[in-house]
């Protein structure tokens, strides 16, 4: 128990430097994508600006709206948090955590209840922009966790199992991206509305919303809304590297996938616009849902 909890904490902390670097790395990309440097003021080359921006964020002072709901509006960032972070228990460990038979059953649950810290945020805030910005990501995430499921389920059916370690032994000699590539597009792009990033960031919206659900936030509450999200990309590119890339977390080629993952996700938001709600939708319902009920089918007659 006691090497279980330590194994943990230590994966914890190792992530959290990870979401440091990561958003180092994105504010770098999209500089050079914008024809500016990104930060590069703080140690060399901006390295620790990451760090300089964790001690401004939790040394502010905390501010509430006064017509907030105080206890939700104060413990919404924590759940935000807690639920990004209880994800990584099945993240398969050379000396494995929690790698249960039914890991990804617990991936879909932990998943769900993602939306309620963001849905808490934007309700107790008692902003317009706050509560829009919460509802649209309502709308959106429960609608792509339809099509979100069952394109895993093809996965599924040719892995055998719904352990994580499995995976990386089934794509021994061929990885599911060459024989699932729908599969990988469509699920990738899922992975990008469930996370609210770009082009799917109704959440924030910030031409039309200031900054959405967060809009109130500052100070810790913002800190703790920000770790949640990149956790939960980091995460999320574990997930697409272990399904579509092969396994192998033992190995270094592993985490250079999973980078890979990551930038594209960075990219993406540096290069596309926003969608339009209503087309988000419209793809959702009338194209995902159907084409991955079809896909169900078709790869249930090839692996049975």
């Avoid at 440091?20 to 703080?42: C, D, H, M, S, W």
């Avoid at 089918?297 to 090839?302: G, M």
């Amino acid at each position: 128990m006691f090497v279980n909890f330590s194994s943990y904490l230590i994966m914890t902390v190792f992530s959290l430097v990870g979401v440091a670097f990561l958003t180092l790395l994105e504010r770098k990309i999209l500089g050079y994508v914008q024809l500016r440097k990104g930060p590069n003021k703080v140690g060399v080359m901006g390295l620790f600006q990451p760090f300089s921006d964790a001690v401004k964020l939790f040394t502010k002072e905390f501010f509430f709206p006064v017509k907030s709901n105080f206890n939700l509006y104060w413990v919404s960032p924590v759940i935000s948090f807690i639920v990004s972070a209880s994800v990584w228990l099945i993240f398969p460990y050379f000396f494995v955590l929690m790698g249960w038979k039914l890991g990804i059953l617990y991936l879909f649950s932990v998943l769900s209840f993602s939306i309620y810290g963001i849905m808490l945020s934007g309700w107790s805030s008692n902003s317009c922009y706050s509560v829009l910005g919460a509802l649209r990501v309502v709308a959106q995430s429960i609608s792509y966790e339809v099509s979100f499921f069952l394109l895993i389920l093809c996965i599924l059916y040719f892995s055998g199992s719904m352990n994580l370690n499995d995976l990386g032994d089934v794509q021994q000699k061929m990885w599911f991206v060459f024989l699932l590539f729908p599969i990988f597009i469509m699920l990738f792009v899922s992975f990008l509305a469930e996370l609210n990033r770009t082009p799917f960031d109704f959440s924030e919206g910030e031409s039309e919303l200031v900054s959405g659900f967060n809009v109130e936030y500052g100070g810790s509450g913002f800190a703790f809304i920000f770790l949640s999200e990149y956790l939960s990309i980091i995460f999320s590119s574990v997930v697409i590297t272990l399904f579509f890339l092969g396994g192998g977390t033992e190995f270094f080629w592993f985490y250079l996938k999973l980078l890979f993952i990551s930038l594209m996700i960075i990219v993406i938001r540096g290069t596309l616009p926003r969608y339009r709600y209503d087309k988000l939708m419209d793809m959702c319902w009338k194209s995902y849902l159907s084409v991955s009920l079809l896909m169900i089918l078709f790869y249930l007659s090839v692996c049975f």
